[in-house]
């Protein structure tokens, strides 16, 4: 299989929503872990969605670099090339884009793929997310609103977040408190701004208690119920059964009992990082810790150059990362579920 085309992305869309599950979708930051990702999908026979932030695409072009365009769009271009060889579709996406980065970043893409559309050829990105969430909603949707109409000259689908994640994601830093419950007034404020899908189509991340990165038990109170008074607030006054696709942010830790809530109350797409991050780091120190003589020159040794070798360890750590898409797209129903 390969890249999902713009038709495709829809269908897959789709197929989540009647099918009652959701995507994984994975942050990559490298072509060691856009690979694991890809086995992880093909593993767990699952389509799914490849990110990148904007610190990961600035670490793709490389640490010295910086150029978030290039690193984005170096990855994309990796991924069309590889994923050829996997049995799964997966849609390329880029995420959180604040604010502050739309003009250096999500902007320039969104130009050069309505340049792509107008040569006849695919988008080379399938969405992009605009996190709204550092300024007010009216803000927000307004800016929304602009890039919507860009999404569709584009043939991309606009990722927006409709309230406030808690903790910490690629420099921008949120309180964990009530703000991060979004309220049905601000559902029916969306949709009034965007439609409901006539005027292109969108997935909305509401959130409910999420916070970004990983906290001990207790520490954040998701209210995955909340999605289902929204959805059901909106779809009283449009007349739209499950007016949003929704997506999950802020998922790192959740519980299977949360996760399953969401998705049954019509979460279609779900990021994992942060769990990811530690499943691809994990193998590595393992293996380090167990080949100390062998990774190092102790001493005036040699060292093992097949336990320092990148490849011996980078393969243990992408296992790592795809055993864990592998759990992600069991708990969220993707699992066996590829086109």
Not at 54 to 72: H, N, Q
Request: proline share 4%.
């Amino acid at each position: 299989m390969a890249i999902a085309t713009p038709e495709v992305y829809n269908e897959l869309i789709e197929r989540a929503r009647k099918g009652k599950f959701a995507y994984p979708a994975v942050n990559v930051t490298s072509s060691q872990t856009l690979n694991a990702a890809l086995q992880g999908f093909a593993e767990a026979e699952s389509d799914g969605i490849i990110q990148v932030s904007v610190g990961g695409a600035e670490y793709a072009s490389g640490p010295t670099i910086k150029d978030r365009i290039a690193g984005s769009r170096a990855l994309a271009a990796y991924a069309a090339e590889v994923a050829k060889n996997y049995p799964i579709t997966v849609a390329l996406h880029t995420d959180h884009c604040t604010e502050a980065n739309l003009e250096s970043w999500v902007r320039p893409l969104l130009a050069l793929e309505i340049e792509e559309v107008k040569a006849g050829k695919n988008p080379t990105f399938q969405s992009h997310m605009f996190d709204g969430s550092t300024v007010p909603i009216e803000r927000n949707l307004q800016i929304a609103q602009e890039l919507l109409e860009l999404s569709v000259q584009a043939r991309t689908i606009l990722e927006i977040e409709i309230g406030v994640v808690g903790g910490e994601e690629d420099g921008h830093t949120a309180e964990i408190n009530d703000k991060l419950y979004t309220t049905v007034e601000d559902g029916l404020k969306t949709v009034e701004a965007l439609g409901t899908g006539e005027k292109g189509r969108y997935l909305t991340a509401l959130t409910f208690g999420n916070v970004h990165g990983v906290y001990k038990p207790g520490a954040v109170k998701l209210r995955p119920e909340l999605l289902r008074e929204i959805q059901d607030g909106v779809a009283k006054v449009t007349g739209k059964e499950n007016p949003f696709d929704l997506v999950f942010h802020g998922g790192s830790g959740s519980t299977a009992e949360e996760i399953a809530e969401a998705v049954a109350n019509g979460v279609i797409k779900m990021n994992i990082d942060t769990d990811t991050q530690y499943a691809y780091s994990r193998p590595v120190a393992d293996h380090f810790f167990k080949n100390y003589d062998g990774v190092l020159k102790i001493d005036g040794e040699v060292g093992n150059k097949k336990a320092y070798d990148p490849r011996a360890w980078g393969k243990l750590a992408e296992g790592g990362l795809a055993a864990r898409l592998v759990e992600a797209a069991q708990q969220l129903g993707s699992a066996g579920n590829k086109l």
